[in-house]
């Protein structure tokens, strides 16, 4: 799935990572641990393309989907609701075309895109988008209300909702556990052993680590170094 070799990273002329080669499988899912500063979330931007490596190659197929969990959210009117479906990009495209070609008439294209929807499972993604804000603490009377009318912590939780809501082969998850309560944490760890893609998780919760990982990648020194098990099993080696 992700595969790292000889990989060289530097930020503000600092060495962050240094000739570090691993690889994460289909469907395994690690725990990325390591000081603070070492170079963590900067991996994850690596990933997702918004750096560029000094050195190396860092590969996964070509059409692996990315679901990337940001920190910043803005206070703008959309609706939580909205803004949760809007991480299934198919999906609001498909909506938008249907909705343009209701309104200019051409109805000849109309049956060919409610088939395109059944198809990628759309008409059940508002149903799916409520689950997320339900299981991350939302209730009902909060689906239709603007971004802006929550504190940044809630919308925090409304973009872990998205980037749950945005079809991946490829999950990152930086500090997700950050602004929830214990009962969305306890959610949020059924979730990610229920997901069927690979994970690459950064969590200063043990215990949450724990819970949801079958692998640890431990960034020290510039070095990355993979162990098999959770957390917990990584203290004993």
């Known amino acids: 799935m992700l ?6 990273l ?3 002329g600092e060495i962050l990572i240094q000739d570090v080669s691993f690889t994460v499988n289909q469907g395994r899912k690690v725990g990325l641990i390591g000081p603070n500063g070492a170079g963590k979330t900067s991996l994850f931007q690596l990933i997702i393309g918004a750096l560029d490596a000094d050195q190396g190659n860092l590969l996964f197929p070509s059409a692996t989907r990315i679901a990337y969990l940001r920190q910043e959210v803005p206070a703008t009117p ?3 609701v909205d803004y949760v479906l809007g991480g299934d990009q198919a999906y609001s495209d498909l909506q938008q075309t249907i909705a343009d070609a209701e309104r200019d008439g051409r109805f000849e294209e109309i049956a060919d895109l409610h088939e395109a929807m059944a198809a990628i499972d759309g008409y059940s993604a508002r149903a799916r988008a ?3 804000l339900v299981g991350l603490g939302f209730g009902q009377q909060e689906f239709d209300v603007p971004l802006a009318g929550f504190s940044g912590g809630w919308r925090i939780r409304l973009n872990l909702a998205r980037t749950l809501m945005s079809p991946s082969d490829l999950l990152l998850l930086d500090e997700p556990t950050n602004h929830l309560d ?3 944490i306890i959610w949020l760890s059924d979730w990610i ?10 969590s200063h919760d043990r215990e949450f680590i724990d819970e949801t990982v079958d692998g640890i990648a431990y960034l020290h020194h510039q070095r990355i170094e993979l162990f098999n098990g959770n957390y917990t099993q990584f203290e004993r080696v």
């Open 193 to 202: 052993r229920k997901y069927q893609g690979t994970l690459i998780l950064i």
């Open 182 to 184: 214990l009962d969305a």
């Open 78 to 80: 959309e609706l939580a």
């Open 10 to 12: 530097r930020r503000g």
């Open 3 to 8: 595969s790292v070799t000889n990989l060289t």
């Open 130 to 132: 409520e689950q997320l």
